[in-house]
C-alpha cells in the first residue's frame, strides 16, 4: 500500500540515536538510525550533503510528528507553536554506514555557548544518549534534493576554509577526492584538542588552528591572506555589514548578485576553487579578500554563513 510519506521525495522521519561519542572538547559524534533510512540514498557523491535535524522543544521534550506528511506542511511549518514544530537546524552527513533498515546516518555536532545563548541543537547534543529520539530530513533515494555545494571542477587547486561548524563538511569532501586531488585546507577549531586525523589525497595539505584567545576566524583569515596561493592584506568587516544569510554559489546568491560577471579570460587565479564555509562574519571577510580584491571567478567559489554570532537559526 501506497502511504502519504512514500510520496514525499525526501525523507521526513522520527530517528534514533544509536551511539553517542564525545570526540574532543567540542565535538560529539551521534550515529543515528531508524528503520526508514533503509529509503536513504544521494544520486552520486555525497560530498558536503546536509541534512536537517528537528530537535524536541526543550521545555516539553516534545518532538515534532511525522504522521500523515505533505509538502505544504513543511513550508508553513514556522506558523505552528515551537513546542510543535520543533526546532530544526542543518547539519553535514559525516558518514553513512550499515544498509537496508540498519542504515546509520552519522552526524559530528558542535557544542558551543555563547554567554547564555546555547541553542537547542547544541544543547540536545550535549548529553544525548543512546535511545534518544529526533526527526531528521534527508534524501530520499531516487529523488532530487540538493544541499550538495561541493562542486570543484576536476584538476582544480583546492581551498577549502572551515571554522568547526564545517569541519565535518570539509573532512568528508576530503576523503571522497580522487588521490590526484591538490590543494590546501586551513581548519580554525576552539583548542588543540579538537585536531583530528584526516584522510585525504597527499597533494591537500590539511593546516589545524587553534583558535584560543583569538577572535573567531582572525587565525582562518591571517592564513588564507598569508597563503601563497591567495595572497593579499587583512580585510575588516563591521558587524553591520554581515548578511546573517550569507550564501554565495556557483549556482545562488543569497544578496541577489550576477552570478556570471563577464571577467578577463586568463586570470591568474583561474585553476582555483574555493570552499569557504563558517560565520558569516569571517566567511564575510574572506569573500571580500578573494573576490573583490583578488577577482577570483564567482563560478569557482562557495562562500556559505553556516552560522552568525548573536543569531539563533530559523527553526
Ligand atoms: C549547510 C550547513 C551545514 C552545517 N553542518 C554542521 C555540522 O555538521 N555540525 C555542526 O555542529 N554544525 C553545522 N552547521 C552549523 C549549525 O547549523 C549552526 O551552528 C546552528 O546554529 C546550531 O544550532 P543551535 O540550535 O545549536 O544554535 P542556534 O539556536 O542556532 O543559536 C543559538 C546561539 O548560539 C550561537 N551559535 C550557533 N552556532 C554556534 C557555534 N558553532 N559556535 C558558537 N556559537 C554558536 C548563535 O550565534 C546564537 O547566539 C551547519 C550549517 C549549515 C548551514
Known amino acids: 500500500m501506497t502511504t502519504s510519506i512514500d510520496v514525499l521525495p525526501m525523507l521526513l522521519t522520527e530517528v534514533e540515536v544509536v551511539s553517542a561519542e564525545r570526540l574532543s572538547p567540542t565535538f560529539v559524534r551521534l550515529s543515528l538510525g531508524g528503520a526508514e533510512l533503509a529509503d536513504f540514498g544521494v544520486d552520486g557523491p555525497r560530498h558536503d550533503q546536509r541534512i536537517k535535524l528537528i530537535f524536541p522543544d526543550p521545555v516539553t521534550g516534545g518532538i515534532t510528528s511525522v504522521e500523515n506528511p505533505d509538502e505544504s506542511r513543511m513550508a508553513t511549518r514556522l506558523d505552528q507553536p515551537t513546542e510543535e ?3 530544526m537546524r542543518t547539519y553535514t552527513i ?15 555536532i558542535v557544542l558551543h555557548s555563547d554567554g547564555d545563548e546555547v541553542g537547542p541543537g547544541s544543547n540536545w547534543a550535549a548529553s544525548a544518549t ?4 529526533i526527526v531528521m530530513l534527508a534524501p530520499r533515494a531516487g529523488f532530487p534534493y540538493g544541499g550538495i555545494e561541493f562542486t570543484a571542477p576536476a584538476g582544480a587547486d583546492l581551498l577549502m576554509v572551515a571554522d568547526e561548524t564545517a569541519v565535518p563538511a570539509v573532512c568528508t569532501v576530503l576523503e571522497q577526492l580522487p588521490p590526484t586531488a591538490t590543494g590546501a585546507v586551513f581548519m580554525e577549531v576552539p ?23 583569538s577572535p573567531p576566524g582572525q587565525r ?8 601563497p596561493g591567495t595572497p593579499g592584506a587583512i580585510v575588516e568587516v563591521a558587524p553591520d555589514e554581515v548578511d546573517p544569510d550569507l550564501w554565495e554559489t556557483p549556482s545562488y ?24 564555509a563558517g560565520e558569516s562574519k569571517v566567511v564575510t571577510g ?8 583578488l577577482h577570483i571567478d564567482r563560478s569557482r567559489v562557495a562562500f556559505m554563513g553556516y552560522w552568525r554570532r548573536g543569531v539563533a537559526m530559523k527553526s
Open 253 to 276: 546568491s543569497s544578496s541577489g548578485e550576477e552570478i556570471a560577471r563577464a571577467r578577463a579570460v586568463g586570470h591568474e587565479f583561474d585553476g582555483l576553487y574555493a570552499r569557504i
Open 94 to 108: 559525516r558518514d553513512v554506514r550499515g544498509s537496508g533498515a540498519d542504515t546509520t546516518i552519522v552526524v559530528d
Open 286 to 293: 574572506l569573500r571580500r579578500h578573494l573576490v573583490n580584491e
Open 85 to 87: 514544530r520543533g526546532h
Open 220 to 227: 582562518l583569515h591571517d592564513e588564507v591572506v598569508a597563503h
Open 130 to 133: 543512546t535511545g534518544d529520539r
Open 191 to 213: 583548542t588543540a584538542a579538537d585536531f583530528r586525523d584526516v584522510r585525504g589525497p597527499s597533494g591537500v595539505t590539511v593546516t589545524w588552528l587553534a583558535r584560543g584567545d
